[in-house]
């Protein structure tokens, strides 16, 4: 089965310090995994996807296949990315596929 | 660029009548949109995916009879909630992925939502 596990519901955090955001994922091939953000009020966006390697927002996630985990990490949290995170797994790589959303997170970073 | 537009941003109906939810992509073509649902403090459900020319392909539990989807256009896909009841009541969210230039394959772009209420 397809699925995509974070297991906090809530990280809360002061500003300045290190943020990880878990997720876990289960699929049998090699899937695309995305973490999407959404801040007070606005739509879902993408934040970053693991075949990008890209930091984003000081964010970045590294896909270890052996643990089946995509965690989101900052080094030292800002205010402004106090938002939603989901996390969310594609299950074929290339053309079109459907998004597969964990439960996600809220980032609460307090000043 | 790669902006998706939804309309109406909220519907309130009366049980048994139908509401159609809009979902454009304004500057790009979209041969794919994809429908979810949100629930109050929940994740999004993904109810089915769109193809533009062909039929919806619905996930396991979604009534493809109650959530009509057309998907009439490379800009335009259509959720028509039909004989709607209060437990239909949610946070309906479109998506679309884009061709060629403007986005990357797999990515999808967000609509606003739409907020239906069935009293």
């Known amino acids: 089965a397809q699925r995509v596990t974070q297991p906090e519901k809530l990280l809360s955090v002061f500003k300045g310090a290190p943020v990880e955001l878990k997720c876990n994922y289960s699929?049998?091939?090699?899937?695309?995994l995305f973490w999407y953000v959404q801040y007070s009020r606005q739509r879902l966006q993408l934040l970053l996807r693991?075949?990008s390697r890209e930091s984003i927002k000081g964010f970045t996630a590294d896909l270890n296949k052996g643990e089946t985990s995509f965690h989101l990490k900052k080094p030292f949290a800002q205010e402004e990315d106090s938002a939603m995170y989901y996390c969310?797994?594609?299950?074929?790589?290339?053309?079109?596929?459907?998004?597969?959303f964990g439960a996600g997170t809220r980032l609460a970073v307090h000043p | 660029g790669a902006v998706v537009s939804q309309h109406p941003s909220r519907v309130i109906c009366k049980s048994g009548t139908s509401v159609k939810i809009e979902c454009r992509s304004l500057?790009?073509?979209?041969?794919?949109m994809f429908w979810y649902r949100q629930f109050p403090k929940q994740s999004l459900m993904l109810m089915a995916t769109?193809?533009?020319?062909?039929?919806?392909t619905y996930e396991q539990g979604v009534e493809k009879d109650k959530f009509l989807i057309n998907h009439a256009s490379l800009t335009l896909s259509t959720l028509t909630v039909t004989s709607a009841h209060p437990e239909d009541s949610s946070f309906y969210i479109c998506?679309?992925?884009?061709w060629g230039a403007g986005g990357t394959i797999n990515e999808q772009f967000f609509g606003p939502g739409t907020r239906l209420t069935v009293l």
């Open positions: 969310a797994l594609s299950p074929f790589s290339g053309g079109y596929n459907k998004l597969i």
């Open positions: 500057d790009f073509q979209a041969t794919t």
């Open positions: 769109s193809n533009e020319g062909s039929k919806a």
């Open positions: 693991h075949i």
């Open positions: 699929y049998s091939g090699s899937p695309e």
């Open positions: 998506s679309a992925s884009p």
